[in-house]
């Protein structure tokens, strides 16, 4: 059971050396903490006929009609009244990773499906430190070797960078199954819909250098389909390109399809009222980004198209989205009047 304005999607600002499934238990346990702290309703009343005091006169004893809370309401036999919610989570993080965390509470479970099938890019700064090489690209794993690292410049790095993006993109064509010398290719292109529709190995759609200074330097990726060990080991590539080695010493998510570092709540609002919040303002994001992606398939079908059991899931969803965002809003003008 999802509270009033507590079911859709938000983001979290999930910190490096934590798992994943520990916010998202953090997240759940806060929130039930506070719903179930929060004003209840009054309990039931019923009728119950009980006996009326004694008269003084030693009289009979009559049964009088009175209206009594129903015990079976009462906090001590009910229970919390919120035991567990339904929370859903988005693109995972692995421990080392940091960043943007998405996640979805009731229906929102239902839109993080349809968020995953259109396949959104997302975009990471990964650190990285040349001259050495360790078992698993991280600089805390176990050191391999040392390498010199003095030729490397920064115009070396980004040639290396310029191939990387162009074979990745040959893929991306190749797994979007378009031809290139079409009308379609090109109104796609325009709208930035050029995707892989389907299963496929990561995809680096586009690659830069945001800083460099011997030993380290900065990237900013965006990819498709990725895992965190996956930018590690193209950290860890570009070292052996370079005839130098590196090791990768941060991978940050800055964005999330439509959620952005400024939508992710930090530790310090990890709470019912920003999460409520957080839900609201990303409702129409949301919203405009299925419908782009759902408008677009319906008008290239033959060639990018989603399945009809897709199709109906995403439909049913922003019409489940809207109804929700309804409510909210005729639910808050309620408490406005009352206050």
Known sequence: MAAPGLAGLFAVYKPAGVAWGRVREALETRLLRELNAAPQRAPRQQVRFLPSPAPEGGGAVELVAASVPVLADHPLVRGPRFRKLKMGAG????????????????????????????????????????????????????????????????????????????TNQKALLMYSNIDMKTQEAYELAVKGLIRPMGKSPPIITA???????????????????ETQQYLRKVVHEIGLELKSSAVCTQVRRTRDGVFTVDDALPRTQWNLQSIQEAIRNCQLKVQTELEKTLAAHEENSPLHQLDGTQLSMLCRSLREQHNTAETCQRGDGQQKERG
């Not at 794993?141 to 191939?163: P, S, Y």
């Not at 945001?210 to 990726?221: D, H, N, T």
């Open 207 to 225: 690659i830069r250098c945001l800083q460099f200074a011997l030993p380290e330097f900065q990237l900013e990726i965006h990819c498709l389909h």
């Open 91 to 166: 693109h995972r993080l692995d421990v080392k990773a940091s960043g943007v965390f998405v996640l979805g509470i009731g229906h929102g479970n239902k839109l993080l499906t349809d968020l995953y099938n259109c396949h959104l890019t997302k975009v990471y700064t990964v650190g990285g430190l040349f001259g050495k090489a360790t078992d698993d690209f991280s600089d805390t794993g176990n050191l391999i070797e040392k390498t010199t690292f003095d030729h490397i410049t920064r115009e070396k790095l980004e040639r290396i960078l310029a191939v990387i993006q162009g």
